[in-house]
């Protein structure tokens, strides 16, 4: 192509891009590229992002496919536009080899380098971690990036709100570091968020008055979609809190507003179906699962959803197939391998009864744990714990957890994880039910080990290993409970909990101490909830103290009645006479026994003793033959 035709190109493409023409500028850019212009790379770059602002992800790939010699020259300059898209496109394999090779060092690195230039790939990258769960790295880049913006290269407000989408997942984020930024009441963007956080963390009303100043402001500024996503939190919120009255009335006007087509209609519709009681017994799951719509809701995937809705609903959807008696896929999670197991064992999982699941789950699972307690045995154990629970089978529930922590711990105690910490949990409240005191300090003598084995990693689960200090407090190793509670305050997130502070310092609590640290704690709803009444340590032991007592009794007496009637029967006996040895067969097959007369002629009883005449008078084989001329007496005759 001839100079002057490029020039005007060129020329042509920076009107475009003036005036935001984006198909345009994708067109020009084809050509120029086409014809073999002196910086393909810029122009590339412009291209790519002509199509990321139309929102055409795929096309885009297919661009990077097509000019692949201009990405292996000159990828470097429009790396964050091809990390956009692969995050967009949740391509992760090549989202994380194309961040390594930007990024070489791991985060805390970067972050205490504080490099500028990489200020946009981390952008993305907490885009990217958010989306994907990883939570904790994102709370950290945002943190980063608010707090280092002093040329203001960033709009402050959209920061605040970055900062706040990860802890609506994970609020205890903030305990390990404070907000950078502050709330801004004129933005309806930064109070959506908070309300989330808030939501969270159970403060609905607070949350609630947050959500109504933000739908205010939405509505003096006439955004229809913020003002639909505002009420579809808030009907969420208050569906929470308990009010469904008004959670419906919002969710049925957002129908009538909503488009059938749109995402935002089928969350609706599905939130309002939520209302409904389901029982596995009398619930039509087919029809249930045509209402709300699972094959279009698969379309969407975790490109519409975050990663936390995507999980719950994928959740959701499996347990509605499961008790429909439809066929469970394995698949990554834990969950989906439990339910294809828990499928293929049961016959039945709505009419067969608890009780022969129980018994089937139980087997399985022990030779399970024999074999191995890696993977999804976990998820099966805690599924079998639950139906032995049900049937009130604690023992057994009992002994498979015990199992479980014996396998795990076979080799040593260094491999500490999860499942092991929630199995603990369990056969606490187990050896509660069942008053085991004994076995729980055996079990807390155990945790000991582990705890010295892991050598100071018990920061990576705090909130357990305080609950292994009250545990060694309930049972009066005050001690060993202060030696452990020691050690986590001093960590930053135990450092603050007044309780912990008071049983690890010499001062005793008084009552006054006492009441204010249960000031807060409201007894009506822990008793709606569930929660039964603690009773004194005194009151359980004189219980059970009654109950030995009151068996020993019984079983004294029985032995003396038992003794007396022995006594009675040998008065009347003649020791040197030894007993009759047939005394064990029946009357009729003892040597000693003789029929009566009546009995050795004559019809006989049934059962009834015969003598031998009679017997071959039954004999059929000493029969005569009956003569064939002889006529039947009083043969009637026929009708003529």
Known sequence: MAKDNLTSLISQLNIQLSQDEHSQVEQTCLKLLNSGCQDPADVFRRCLVAVIQQDKYQRALHYLKKFEHIDEKFGRKFALEKLYIFYKLNSSDEFNSLYRQIVTDDLDTVLKKGIESLRGILHVRAQYCYKN??????????????????????????????????????????????LVTTIDESSY????????????????????????????????????????????????????????????EILKSLLKELEASSPFYLICQNNLNAFVDLSKYNTNFNLLLRELNVERLNTFNSQTFTYEQWSNIQRNILFLRLFNNGKINSQGSILSKTAHKYSELVDNVTLESYKTQAKKLYHHVTKSILSGTEGSVIGLLLLAIQLLIIEKEWENAI????????????????????SQAIVCYILFELYKIKGRNHSKSILLKKLDSVRMQLKGKTQENIPFWKHVGFELLSIGNIKESKALLRELSSFNKVSEDELVNRIVSSNSLDIAQGIDLVRNIDV???????????????????????????????????????TKRVDKFLQSRDASKLPDPERWLPIKDRSTYRPK???????????????????????????????ANKKAKNKKKARK
């Open 524 to 562: 009506k709803e822990l008793i709606q909830l569930g929660v039964k009444p603690l009773e004194s340590s005194v009151k359980k032991n004189k219980a059970t103290t009654i109950n030995k007592v009151q068996k020993r009794k019984i079983l004294e007496l029985k032995k003396k009645r038992k």
């Open 399 to 418: 002994r498979i957890s015990e199992l479980f922590l014996n396998e795990s711990w076979k080799s040593s105690f260094e491999n500490f994880d999860d």
């Open 189 to 248: 963007d930064l109070l959506f968020n908070e309300s989330f956080i808030l939501t969270s963390l159970g403060q609905y009303d607070e949350s609630i008055k947050i959500l109504e100043k933000a739908l205010q402001a939405a509505t003096d500024e006439g955004y229809k979609n913020d003002i639909n996503t505002i009420n579809l939190q808030l009907s969420f919120v208050l569906q929470m809190k308990g009010e469904t009255t008004k959670s419906k």
């Open 597 to 627: 007369k009546k009995q050795q002629g004559g019809k006989q009883t049934q059962g009834g003793a015969m003598n031998k005449k009679s017997e071959q008078a039954l004999d059929i084989s000493k029969k005569g033959k009956p003569a």
């Open 133 to 178: 769960g990883l939570y904790e790295e994102a709370f950290k880049i945002y943190q980063h990036l608010a707090s280092h913006n002093d040329r203001d290269q960033d709009s402050q407000i959209e920061l605040a709100c970055n900062e706040r989408v990860p802890l609506s997942v994970v609020p205890e984020l903030m305990n390990r570091s404070p």
